[in-house]
Each structure stands twice: as C-alpha cells, then as structure tokens.
C-alpha cells in the first residue's frame, strides 16, 4: 500500500512562502496533487500533475502563486506557494487518485492515497 508523508508547512506572514513536500513509498503514475481545507469549509483540491507531465491543475485561487512540482528521483511532489495571503490558511493535504480531475472537481471521494496533512497558517 502506497504510504504518502508530508512535510513542510508552518506560520507566515502574508507575502511569504513556503514549501510543501509529499513522499511516496513507491512511484505511481496516478496523478499527484493537493487538497486544502479550512475550518468550516470544504475540501478544495489546489493543484496537482502527472508524473508523466501533461496538464498541471491549478485552483483559480492560487494560479500565479503556487507552484506544483515532480521529481521522479525521489518520488516526491512539491507545492510551491508563494505571495501566500491569509485565505491561503488551512490544513493541506497530499493525496494521489487516477486522474487529475478530481483534484479539478474536489471529487476527494474518489482519493486513493492521502497524507496526515500540514497545517498552513497566514498572518496578517
């Protein structure tokens, strides 16, 4: 069973960055993302790609901010995000699934594999 961990996250100021990081116990090449969730709200996915390439998904929220990454190597996909603001505040999950457009259509019920998940905290 493919295991994913994540690390990174934290407190920052608006304007800051951080960097997410999502290990996989083995490659897949089911599509690699993010969800995020805030308190109250529903889980949104944010972004996410094909380890092949192909279309890489970005939430309209976060496009031109936030930046998904693969690097084979290390079976590893990074979320860049950067100019954060404090909507960006939330608990971010990993999670790999068949196709990319469940992250599109926050169809997280159909996830295969999560992360524990990283909190995200933006200061104003």
């Known amino acids: 069973q493919v295991r994913l961990t994540e690390s990174g996250g934290g407190s920052v100021q608006a304007g800051g960055s951080l960097r997410l990081a999502c290990s996989s116990t083995?490659?897949?090449?089911?599509?690699a993302g993010w969800f995020r969730q805030a308190p109250g709200k529903e889980r949104q996915g944010v972004a996410a790609?094909?380890?092949?390439?192909?279309?890489?998904f970005y939430a309209d929220s976060v496009q031109g901010r936030f930046t998904i990454s693969y690097d084979k190597f290390k079976n590893t996909h990074y979320l860049q995000m950067n100019s954060l603001k404090v909507e960006d505040t939330a608990m971010y999950y990993c999670?790999?699934?068949?196709?990319?457009?469940?992250?599109?259509?926050?169809?997280?019920?159909?996830?295969?594999?999560w992360g524990q998940g990283t909190q995200v905290t933006v200061s104003s």
């Open positions: 790609l094909y380890p092949l390439g192909g279309t890489t």
């Open positions: 999670a790999t699934g068949p196709d990319c457009s469940l992250f599109r259509h926050n169809k997280y019920a159909s996830i295969t594999d």
């Open positions: 083995e490659y897949s090449n089911y599509c």
